[in-house]
């Protein structure tokens, strides 16, 4: 438990019967830290007790610090809502985290990743609502404000050492969000964009594969991730602006992200989305991680 990002973290801390704001305020500050330094932390949860509402409210006050920074919230992002992903990670409840301008990248876009932790990708489907929705109710109709759906691509880079956390730090981390990058739309009416069943999924760096999977592994239909998000960011506070952007979870596991690669994600009949690395800029703790799960054939 070393590290200038654990400073204000030494005494273990109780959440009993309301954690203070402060606490919350200084695990925020932590991951805060961790994200810009790509730093890994321990786990909150090693010293610090956190409910899952706690954990959301440090996710929020994350996203407020990023926010006084000038960034602006743009969309949500579902996790864990495939057996692939669950079982990867050792944790299996739904969970939401939020998206902003900073992590988007332009589909083609070259991202720098020599900032991250240990960053790994991942396919994804990603829907777009095309009028602003109240998100106080919970069964708010986010299916009836979705005009088009996309591949998408999510790069997840958690704040913690070894990628290893509880749903509380996985929460709090904003749910490991780091970037993401959204293929060409498909209009709602065009084609068959609104069958979303069984379409195979499969990504590729630099041109091998290394994860299939289909888009029914996501909530068994990624059309499920409206009413779960509704849900969700009815619960925790999440607003959804128009035009923007969700992310309904991955279809396979992830990857770890190599330095200069080129990755692409194929959803059959959506297209193809793709984003490459900077070269040489491999991060530290990748490095020193050979071992972490991934799924290349
Ligand atoms: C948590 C984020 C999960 C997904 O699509 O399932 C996620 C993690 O795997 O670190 O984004
Ligand atoms: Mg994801």
Redesign the pocket.
Known sequence: MTGAATKTMTEPMSTDPHTPTAVIGACAENLHEARRSGRAIPQLTATTSLTLDDAYAVQAAGVRLRMSAGERVVGA??????KA?AE??GVADVIIGVLTDAMHVPDGGLLDISRGVHPRI?P?VAFRLGRAVDTSAPDADLRGAVDAVAPAL?I?D?RYQD?RFTLED?VADN??GSHFVIGPWTELGEGSATQLLDRAVEMRVDGRVCATGSTTDILDDPWQALPTTARLAARYGQVLPAGAVL?A??ATA?VPLPAGARVTAEVAGLGTVSVSTAPGAETAEMTAEPGQAHTHD
């Open positions: 992002k579902l996790g864990l809502t495939s992903k990867q990670m991942e994804e999510e997840i958690s990628f996985v749910t490991s992310l979870g991955a992830a």
